[in-house]
């Protein structure tokens, strides 16, 4: 490999067992990975299958950029989110915190019960080990994935006004057509009555006739909506992009709102006496 661009994050002992990251082969860091011992690394499955397609990445060396060495690889850990919860999988690397010191860093704790209690017993461990650590910026986990998605949800939440306005516009549109359409057949409706049809016959043709072209409608707009709905699916968390029950709710919502629109003025023109109806202009 050269040239190449991948994030890296230095880890210290059980990191991959606390954050509930499962390794698909290989081993994870020990203590004998300290600085003296050959340079190691874990890599994700993503990293793994780019560079090393159909190949056990197991013992695969690399250098980063300005080493003099070469690392080795040990471990394949499953792919997670690194940036965002959206993100493709991407390549990643970890190296061991024993050959990579830094001090500075996160502190991952694993457990349950009470986050105040929790943190303030982690308070105490780090002081009882290190007069001069502090430990800044508290949070659990859902606290950081809420605050990763604020974005996300201020996007979605103006998507999700603009897209109602645009079902309540659509809707009125339908219904005020229909309407209009069904009205402008009082003369037909009087004629059918005056020879002899039924009201309820009249009824259910002229809601049958509407129908057929409203239904037509929404079958091209469902094609036309899970064409453009692809360019939204970077913004969504825990739905996709052609979600069944949002396709049809509204989807029948739409329907609904036509079959009432042709069934209230088709009910309105069959009860209007066909001698009136046959004069309506």
């Given at each position: 490999m050269s040239g190449?661009?991948?994030?890296?994050?230095?880890?210290?002992?059980?990191f991959f067992e606390t954050l509930g990251i499962p390794l698909i082969t290989g081993r994870d860091f020990t203590e004998r990975d300290g600085e003296n011992a050959p340079q190691v690394v874990i890599v994700n499955e993503s990293m793994a299958r780019r560079y090393w397609p159909n190949q056990n990445a197991i013992g695969k060396r690399f250098k980063f950029f300005g080493d003099e060495t070469y690392r080795e690889v040990v471990g394949v850990a499953?792919?997670?989110?690194?940036?965002?919860?959206t993100e493709a999988n991407t390549p990643f690397i970890y190296r061991p915190?024993?050959?990579n010191y830094a001090d500075a860093g996160t502190l991952h704790v694993r457990a349950t019960g009470n986050a105040a209690q929790i943190t303030a017993a982690v308070r105490g461990v780090a002081k009882e080990l290190a007069l001069n650590v502090s430990l800044l910026n508290v949070q659990t986990l859902s606290d950081r994935i809420d605050q990763?998605?604020?974005g996300q949800r201020s996007q979605t939440r103006l998507l999700a006004f603009f897209g109602l306005l645009a079902l309540l516009l659509s809707s009125i549109g339908i219904y005020g057509v229909m309407a209009y359409s069904v009205a402008q057949r009082t003369?037909?409706?009087?004629l059918r009555m005056a020879l002899g049809a039924r009201s309820q016959n009249v009824l259910s043709l002229i809601i049958k006739q509407?129908?057929?072209?409203?239904?037509?409608?929404?079958?091209?707009?469902?094609?036309?909506?899970?064409?453009?709905?692809?360019?939204?699916?970077?913004?969504?968390?825990?739905?996709?992009?052609?979600?069944?029950?949002?396709?049809?709710?509204t989807s029948l919502l739409l329907v609904g709102v036509a079959a009432l629109a042709g069934y209230l003025p088709a009910r309105r023109a069959t009860k209007v006496d066909p001698l009136i109806a046959l004069r309506y202009e």
């Open positions: 190449v661009l991948v994030q890296v994050n230095d880890v210290g002992l059980r499953r792919g997670a989110k690194y940036n965002s919860l915190l024993l050959q990763s998605l604020n003369r037909e409706i009087g509407g129908m057929a072209l409203v239904v037509s409608g929404v079958a091209l707009g469902l094609i036309a909506a899970f064409v453009v709905t692809r360019l939204i699916g970077s913004l969504l968390f825990g739905v996709t992009a052609a979600d069944p029950m949002t396709f049809a709710v």
